[in-house]
């Protein structure tokens, strides 16, 4: 028989036990896995939000079960990276798919196939955050791991042509679409063909992209918007309308290409159409370039209360983006130029740039015209003959 005494030991270690088992049922890890923003109402999309939101919720718990478990910390990465592309929220997404990738390149059992793939991730996330410099150094690693991979070419291109080095981002190119002729080796061929003064056959090319996508896919339609820029940018406007309309049939809302047609509206001075249709897509995502076209309707019709409310929230978002990493170096740069008309303060910008990658097309454009602006035709000359290395025909470069 149990004592009062032995009873009373027993009931007070049992409570013990029962306030340990109690603490350590409230104590939870805390998460590493970032945020998933809620998307506006218009780029929803039905199902493929709740995809999203789905595939989230179950990468969160797999990796809260286990934080070293790789393979769900690659694929929240690349949810991420596309989110940043679907939603313009790329101060949180970018930072958040490099930490990932960090993350897993820190693991120590790490297969090769893990590393691939992590390393072009985070490859491609530097380039969108105008960080070209690293993204072909994190490229050039995940070269060494698999030669045989297509994505990795792609990075490669894209480091390639930003840092100016036109022959080689043409090898690379070659390469990518030999291994798997798709809508990203297409894309690149376009683009590299189109810089190289080959307007038709740019053409043709992103037509090929567009054709080996997926219809309403977020890559598809930005295929199809870059087709639509093409024709736009060389005059065919007719095509360009089309383009932009036809993306919008299959993947209603998309802002880039309600933004792409207020662009067409500004050009034909229908301005009070065009504002409608800024302020729909700028409801839709904070992309920084919807805000600029909006800035330049408020130029032109001289609401000066107007633009300068709007150059604020431009440089606040300016600042988010820098906040997060985003080199905006550039943007900065045009802002100075063509919105405010501070030609010194763009050179001064620019000329950072310029000091980073003195071989970019894109960046002697911006020199020339800048130093066009400040009357200096020496200045404006010599950049010109450096962007001109390519025979493009880009229109900028006719009318400078």
């Not at 490099?98 to 120590?108: E, F, G, P, R, W």
């Not at 080959?198 to 930005?222: Q, R």
Request: contains cysteine; aromatic residues 8%; hydrophobic residues 40%.
């Amino acid at each position: 028989m149990i004592s009062i005494k032995h009873f009373y030991v027993l009931l007070a270690l049992s409570m013990l036990g029962l306030i340990s088992c109690s603490s350590k049922s409230t104590v939870q890890t805390k998460s590493i896995v970032p945020e998933l923003l809620d998307r506006s109402e218009g780029i929803q999309l039905g199902k493929e939000w709740d995809h999203v939101q789905n595939s989230y919720m179950d990468l969160k718990t797999s990796i809260d079960q286990d934080q070293k478990n790789i393979q769900s910390l690659l694929e929240l990465t690349a949810l991420f990276i596309q989110e940043a592309r679907v939603t313009g929220e790329h101060g949180h997404y970018y930072p958040a798919a490099l930490a990932l990738s960090d993350t897993v390149l820190n693991q120590k059992h790490i297969t090769s196939d893990q590393q691939y793939t992590a390393l072009v991730q985070k490859a491609g996330v530097q380039l969108s955050l105008h960080d070209f410099a690293d993204a072909l150094i994190t490229g050039r690693k995940a070269l060494m791991l698999n030669p045989q991979n297509a994505q990795v070419y792609g990075v490669l291109v894209d480091a390639y042509v930003e840092l100016g080095q036109y022959q080689k981002a043409i090898v690379a190119a070659d390469q990518m679409i030999r291994i798997k002729p798709d809508i990203r080796s297409y894309s690149r061929v376009s683009y590299l063909r189109e810089i190289h003064g080959d307007i038709e056959g740019a053409i043709s090319a992103m037509t090929m992209a567009i054709k080996s996508g997926f219809p309403g896919y977020e890559e598809t339609a930005w295929a199809m918007l870059t087709l639509g820029e093409l024709y736009q940018r060389y005059g065919q406007f007719d095509q360009a309308k089309k383009t932009y309309e036809e993306i919008l049939n299959v993947r209603p809302d998309y802002p880039f290409a309600i933004a792409a047609l207020a662009d067409l509206k500004i050009q034909n001075g229908d301005l009070a159409s065009a504002e409608q249709d800024l302020n729909v897509a700028i409801n839709h995502i904070p992309e920084f370039g919807f805000n600029v076209q909006l800035a330049q309707i408020y130029k032109k019709q001289n609401r000066e209360a107007e633009f300068k409310f709007i150059i604020e929230e431009i440089f606040a978002m300016l600042e988010d983006d820098i906040a997060a990493g985003h080199n905006m170096t550039m943007e900065y740069a045009d802002i100075h130029l063509d919105l405010l008309d501070d030609p010194n303060q763009a050179l001064t910008l620019a000329s950072t740039e310029y000091n980073k990658r003195p071989d970019n097309i894109d960046v002697n454009m911006q020199m020339a015209r800048i130093y066009r602006a400040l009357n200096n035709t020496e200045m404006v000359q010599k950049h010109m003959a450096d962007a001109s290395i390519t025979n493009s025909k880009h229109p900028d470069l006719a009318s400078l």
